[in-house]
């Protein structure tokens, strides 16, 4: 597991406030779920995947465009592009 200290480091490099008392708990719950994960024992398993050659690819082509892009933004205003609010 991981210790308070460790956890207290990481939280500051990471620059996250640890207020709450019971967050420590929650983190230990959180490690021992990722322990688990990590018992599951899937390296053997064989991942599935199709190759494309890459003749069997479109040829990628530039196609100029003459117009200022920003300006065909629905929210430009000025200088600046307005975007939704981060909560």
Known sequence: MIS???LEHVAKLMRIELDDPTIYS???KMI???DILD???VE????????IPLANLREDK??????KLIEKLN???GTYVRAPKMV
């Open 4 to 6: 308070k200290k460790e």
């Open 75 to 77: 929210h430009y205003k």
């Open 39 to 41: 018992s599951a024992g």
């Open 26 to 28: 929650r983190i230990e």
């Open 44 to 51: 053997s398993e064989e991942i599935s995947f199709r190759e």
């Open 62 to 67: 530039h196609i100029p465009f003459d117009e």
């Open 32 to 34: 021992g779920y990722f």
